[in-house]
């Protein structure tokens, strides 16, 4: 398995502000995803983190306003910029361990946009 | 588009009895699947992993594949109030190296 934690565990923001997710490993892996999951819904991917390049992004999800930075193979940071209360959801980082294919999840980020 | 199907349920079953949670998937590349139970308020928890066809058991839990259907399933014998979770069936594409997650089916264990 894998321990991750992320900060912080929830949030209540206004309109129009930005939050900055975090998310640390407890050791090194090469894949981190962000996924969104929004009330009564499944996991939706946002995006591969990748060390040393830009994260690569799904449909629908874009830079601006989801900026990732991923500095080390142990932590990431998930902006969510210029929200909304459409951006009221769980933010989910997940790992999956060198050679293997099994992902695990942190415990997810609620936030609540006003 | 790759997808991952399944009823959202609620599925009710009584205390000790088998709960069968069923998944089909689209892409014929999936190699890897899995089963995550989330309780409410928390983050998917993996409980079982299947790569080939046939029963993996684990404890109370059996997951079941058939490529050739394209049909995952997840049997839970003995069922507790403890089980009661949404189960989140997911598919790893080999292609692409991402996870697709079905809706999640909804189990409620009665006492």
């Known amino acids: 398995s894998a321990v991750i934690s992320q900060k912080p565990s929830r949030d209540i923001c206004q309109r129009g502000t930005s939050l900055t997710i975090q998310c640390q490993v407890d050791?090194?892996?090469?894949?981190m995803f962000w996924y969104r999951q929004q009330p009564g819904q499944s996991l939706t991917l946002i995006a591969t983190a990748n060390q040393g390049s830009e994260a690569t992004y799904e449909s629908g999800f874009v830079i601006d306003k989801f900026p990732i930075s991923r500095p080390n193979l142990t932590f990431s940071t998930l902006t969510v910029s210029n929200m909304s209360p459409e951006d009221s959801s769980i933010y989910l980082c997940?790992?999956?361990?060198?050679?293997?294919?099994?992902?695990?999840f942190g415990p997810g980020t609620r936030l609540t946009v006003l | 588009q790759k997808e991952v199907e399944q009823n959202s349920g609620p599925l009710s079953v009584p205390e000790g009895a088998i709960a069968s949670l069923n998944c089909t998937y689209s892409d014929r590349g999936s190699q890897s699947f899995f089963w995550y139970r989330q309780y409410s308020g928390k983050s998917p928890e993996l409980i079982m992993s299947i790569y080939s066809n046939g029963d993996k058991e684990d404890g109370r839990f059996t997951a079941q594949l058939n490529k050739a259907s394209q049909y995952v399933s997840l049997l839970i014998r003995d069922s507790q109030p403890s089980d009661s979770a949404t189960y989140l069936c997911?598919?790893?594409?080999?292609?692409?190296?991402?996870?697709?997650f079905g809706t999640g089916t909804k189990l409620q264990v009665i006492p």
């Open positions: 050791s090194q892996v090469t894949m």
């Open positions: 997911a598919a790893l594409s080999g292609g692409y190296q991402k996870v697709t």
């Open positions: 997940s790992v999956r361990r060198d050679h293997t294919d099994t992902q695990y």
